[in-house]
C-alpha cells in the first residue's frame, strides 16, 4: 500500500482478555518498529522488526506482550490478559533499511486506540 | 526509557507569529527528524536531517542539525490554525537503530 496501516483503529476489550494488533508496514520496507504512546506522552519503543534477523524484543514491558512479523511483511502485536494500564495507542513504522549506520526515516501508520475497562 | 528533552512543552501563540521549538540531548545523534501528530493520528514526518549543520525547510518549516549533534531546532514561520497539534523530535544515535522521541511540543494557534 501507499503508506503504513494499521487494524483494527480502535479496540475496546475488558480486563485479562487477550488483543491482537495488525501493521501493515510500506511494500517493500525491510525494518519495522512499534511504539507504544500513552495519553499526552511522548512514544515509547516496544519492538523492533529487521528483515529476517531476530527482533530486538527490548522495549517489551512485560512477557504478556509479544510480536511476530510474517514473511517479513505484516506484523502482529499480541497482549495476552490485558490490564488497565495496557490502555494506549499502539503505533507502527516501517522504514527501507533501519540497519544501524544508515540514514532512513520512519513512517508511522494512524495507530491503534486500545482501551482496557 | 530514555528520552530527549524538547521544549517548551506547550505553547500558545497568535496566528501569524513564527515559532521555534528545540530539542537537546546528552549524546550525539546521526539523524534527527521532526514530526508532527494531529488528535486521534500517527505522526507524519515533517523534516529528515542527516549531517551536522544541515538546514532544511520544507514550506514554512525550517528544521536544523545542531553542528554539536546533540540538539536540534525546528521554525514555524507565519503560524496559521492547522498547525495546531504536537510536535516530536526523534534521534538516531550512531550504529543503532534506534529511535528516540521527544515528550512533544503542544501548539495551539490563536486566531
Known amino acids: 500500500g501507499a503508506g503504513v496501516s494499521q487494524s483494527p483503529s480502535n479496540k475496546v476489550t475488558e480486563k485479562g482478555k487477550d488483543v491482537e494488533l495488525r501493521c501493515d508496514p510500506i511494500s517493500g520496507h525491510t525494518a519495522l518498529y512499534w511504539y507504544r504512546q500513552s495519553l499526552g506522552q511522548g512514544l515509547e519503543f516496544l519492538i523492533y522488526f529487521q528483515g529476517n534477523s531476530a527482533p530486538d524484543k527490548s522495549g517489551l514491558p512485560s512477557d504478556r506482550f509479544s510480536a511476530e512479523r510474517t514473511g517479513g511483511s505484516v506484523s502482529t502485536l499480541t497482549i495476552q490478559r490485558t490490564q488497565q494500564e495496557d490502555s494506549a495507542v499502539y503505533l507502527c513504522?516501517?522504514?527501507?533499511?533501519?540497519?544501524?549506520?544508515?540514514?532512513?526515516?520512519?513512517?508511522f501508520g494512524p495507530g491503534t486506540r486500545l482501551t482496557v475497562l | 526509557g530514555q528520552q530527549l528533552n524538547q521544549s517548551p512543552q506547550s505553547m500558545f501563540i497568535q496566528e501569524g507569529e513564527d515559532v521555534s521549538m528545540n530539542c537537546t540531548s546528552s549524546s550525539i545523534f546521526n539523524t534527527w527528524l521532526w514530526y508532527k501528530q494531529d488528535p486521534g493520528e500517527g505522526p507524519v514526518l515533517l523534516i529528515a536531517l542527516y549531517k551536522a549543520g544541515e538546514l532544511t525547510s520544507n514550506g514554512r518549516l525550517t528544521a536544523q542539525f545542531g553542528i554539536t549533534r546533540k540538539d536540534s531546532f525546528l521554525n514555524i514561520s507565519a503560524s496559521i490554525p492547522s498547525d495546531v497539534g504536537i510536535y516530536f523530535c526523534a534521534g538516531q544515535a550512531p550504529g543503532t537503530y534506534k529511535y528516540i522521541f521527544g515528550t512533544g511540543t503542544r501548539l495551539k494557534v490563536l486566531a
Open positions: 513504522a516501517s522504514s527501507s533499511r533501519g540497519i544501524a549506520g544508515y540514514t532512513d526515516t520512519q513512517y
